[in-house]
Structures are given as C-alpha cells and as structure tokens.
C-alpha cells in the first residue's frame, strides 16, 4: 500500500535506524478521521486509531513508507465487506522523514488513509491527504531533492533533445517534459 519510490533506496540507505519509535502524531489522526468522516470507502474509520502501530522501515527500503493489514489479504476482504474492525494494523515509516517533519507528517496521513480502508491510490486519496498534511514542495525539502537527484542520477536519460529544433537541455525532472523548452513543440 505504501509509496514506491524506485531507486531512491541509494539516497536513503545512509539513514541510521533511530534507537525510539516513531512519533505518533495524535493531532494528524484526528484531522484525518474528521475528513473521513462520510468517506465510505473509510470502512475501518471507526477502529482504525486504536488499531495501529508506528514502527521504522528498514533504511534500504525503497519506500518511505508502507501499511500491513495483519490478518491476510482474504480475511481482510471479508472485514472489509462486512465492515468489520480490521485487527491490527502496521503503519511503517522510512527513519530518513525524521529530516523533512513536513513530509513524515504527509507520509503518515497517506499511509493512515491507507489503514483506515481507503487502500486504492486514487484522486481522493491524493485529495484527502493534502487537506490533512500538505506535501511540501522540492524547493522546501532537501529530502525530497535528495531523493530525486538519487532517481535522475540512475536514469537512463540524461538530457532531453527536441526532434523539431535540435535544442538539448539536462534532465532536471523525474518527469520526461512534454514540450520543448526552446520552440514549444510536443516532445
């Protein structure tokens, strides 16, 4: 259920694993099951908070961060259609977010979704999180310009040429551009 981030796992190895837990942010599991409410994808909404637990990921994990359903997958298709509490529940979090309290807050509240029954990747998802915990921006967080210097420093791709024009720049982005940058013509 977690965020995949591909070959970031360089970027985030270095990351010693904290002797403490991590932090349980109360304040964010109570917005977030205020804009739940209503939500009736949430099936788990009603039990969700005194279900879970907060440990670290593995720092050569490649996400930041992930959620387990303890009961399996098939029990948990039965809970969730007679929506039922869904027992416990494993929120694992990358040590690296202890860099960036922004983006361990929005990592949180995407996985916390995730536990709360909205298990899907979709435009609610997306939505519901960034009214609880805004992402931040690359320019606000080192970590994340550190990961995606990891992922473009990997790629295949290093710069982009345009067919029409001839012009080439360096790849900056993750994203490949969908317009030249000189002559505004579809790459």
Not at 157 to 186: D, N
Request: hydrophobic share 35%; net charge neutral.
């Amino acid at each position: 259920m977690g965020d995949a981030q591909g070959s970031d796992s360089v970027a985030l190895a270095d990351t010693p694993i904290p002797s403490h837990e991590p932090h349980l942010p109360v304040e964010l599991i109570h917005s977030a099951l205020h804009v739940l409410s209503g939500v009736t994808d949430a099936v788990f909404r009603p039990w969700i908070s005194d279900r879970i637990t907060l440990v670290w990921l593995e720092n050569e994990s490649k996400r930041l961060g992930m959620t387990r359903f303890e009961e399996g997958p098939n029990e948990l298709t039965r809970r969730r259609r007679l929506r039922i509490d869904p027992g416990e529940v494993t929120i694992g979090l990358h040590p690296a977010l202890l860099e960036d309290e922004r983006l361990y807050n929005h990592t949180f509240v995407h996985e916390f979704l995730h536990a709360a029954g909205l298990t899907a990747h979709s435009a609610q998802h997306d939505a519901l999180t960034q009214s609880v915990a805004p992402s931040p921006s690359m320019k606000d967080s080192t970590l994340l310009q550190r990961i995606r210097d990891s992922v473009l420093g990997d790629a295949r791709v290093q710069e982009w040429k345009c067919k029409s024009c001839g012009y080439e720049w360096k790849r900056t982005t993750v994203r490949r551009p969908t317009r030249c940058h000189k002559c505004a013509r579809p790459l």
